[in-house]
């Protein structure tokens, strides 16, 4: 028999639709309890369309400074699922690079 896990997200919209609150859940990561964020930025890869679909929402709290580290750490967190998935070093590598230079023009 094969288990199932869940990842839950509740987003708390204003009147206007905009995202007031991110909460979410993941059952398998032992987490007992919601934990709140900002942004989350999710990427489904169509298995028909051959096409990622993305989602990304934040909330009207979330800082600029808040917004460019959280892109600063996807990049770079972009690059190990590369090279774990497909052993694809130099690209990663090129990935983390990329993701420094991000870091330099962005925080400097």
């Known amino acids: 028999m094969s288990e199932t896990s869940q ?6 919209l204003d009147e206007n639709q905009i995202p007031e609150k991110i909460n979410w859940l993941a ?20 298995t028909v369309s051959e096409e990622t ?4 929402l934040w909330t009207k709290e979330m800082r600029v400074d808040e917004m460019k580290r959280f892109f600063h750490q996807t990049i770079v967190s972009m690059a190990d699922t590369l090279q774990r998935a497909t052993n694809e070093d130099k690209m990663a590598a090129d990935m983390r690079e990329f993701g420094q230079h991000f870091a330099k023009e962005m925080f400097s």
Do not use: C, P, Q
């Open 7 to 12: 990842i839950t997200f509740n987003v708390t």
């Open 27 to 46: 059952t398998d990561a032992g987490m007992d309890k919601e934990l709140d964020s900002k942004a989350i930025m999710i990427s489904v890869y169509d």
């Open 53 to 56: 679909l993305r989602m990304d």
